[in-house]
């Protein structure tokens, strides 16, 4: 069946340091893909997506590049701020609203 | 612009007792859903409505029952609430169809079932 894959946290950085958070999925067809950030007592909020394969989301200096024939949407970081600690989900989209499938989520702890 | 609005924030029940949480938004978007997030199992679909007047079964349905009260609005219920339903509890909605418009989400109720 489908699912999402993650890497399990918490993931503790440096400020400045680079960051990586894998994330692979098993779905049939051709699924879009998100990751979706939560802040400390919020909801999620939608950080970047891409549509079909070798698409490229970015977004507030986070990307995450669709790799089909890997079938992963990991998600980058160059340089990570203390505003970044957060829990990232990866998620995808499969041929309609039932086909909606988050991961586990990843908690993120930057440090000073 | 509120977004997506959830009450209540918290809230503790005694197994059996019945509650509904309340959902809204302002974004005259078309399509509502309603997630459950326990830890170690991500985010699941408990129900979801595409469209004012229609409500369909997500992947975790069973001791739910939802009611699309008008196109703002969308209520999740607990009949007789269980311990295996305590949860977080969001609420998002979307334009559409989610695979091509982003889901916005609420702030999440908090609730747990002695």
């Known amino acids: 069946g489908n699912s999402v894959t993650q890497m399990e946290g918490p993931v503790t950085l440096s400020e400045e340091a680079f960051l990586t958070i894998n994330c692979t999925y098993t779905a049939t067809g051709y699924p879009s893909l998100f990751w979706y950030v939560q802040y400390p007592g919020e909801g999620l909020q939608l950080l970047l997506k891409a549509t079909k394969a070798d698409d490229k989301g970015s977004n507030k200096g986070f990307e995450a590049t669709y790799r089909k024939e890997t079938t992963s949407f990991h998600l980058e970081k160059g340089s990570v701020q203390v505003s970044d600690s957060a829990v990232y989900f990866c998620?995808?989209?499969?041929?309609?609203?039932?086909?909606?499938?988050f991961g586990t989520g990843t908690k993120l702890q930057v440090i000073p | 612009n509120a977004g997506v609005t959830q009450t209540p924030k918290f809230q503790v029940l005694k197994t059996g007792q019945s509650m509904t949480l309340q959902c809204a938004q302002d974004?005259?978007?078309?399509?509502m859903y309603w997630y459950r997030q326990d830890p170690g199992m991500g985010l699941r679909l408990i129900y979801y409505s595409a469209s004012e007047g229609t409500t369909d079964k997500g992947e975790v349905p069973n001791g739910y029952n939802v009611s699309r009260l008008n196109k703002r609005e969308f209520s999740l219920r607990l009949e007789s609430a269980a311990p295996s339903q305590t949860s977080v509890y969001f609420c998002?909605?979307?334009?559409?169809?989610?695979?091509?418009?982003?889901?916005?989400f609420g702030p999440g109720t908090r609730l747990t079932v002695l």
């Open positions: 974004m005259n978007h078309n399509s």
């Open positions: 998620a995808f989209l499969s041929g309609g609203y039932q086909k909606v499938t």
């Open positions: 998002a909605s979307s334009v559409s169809a989610p695979q091509y418009n982003e889901q916005f």
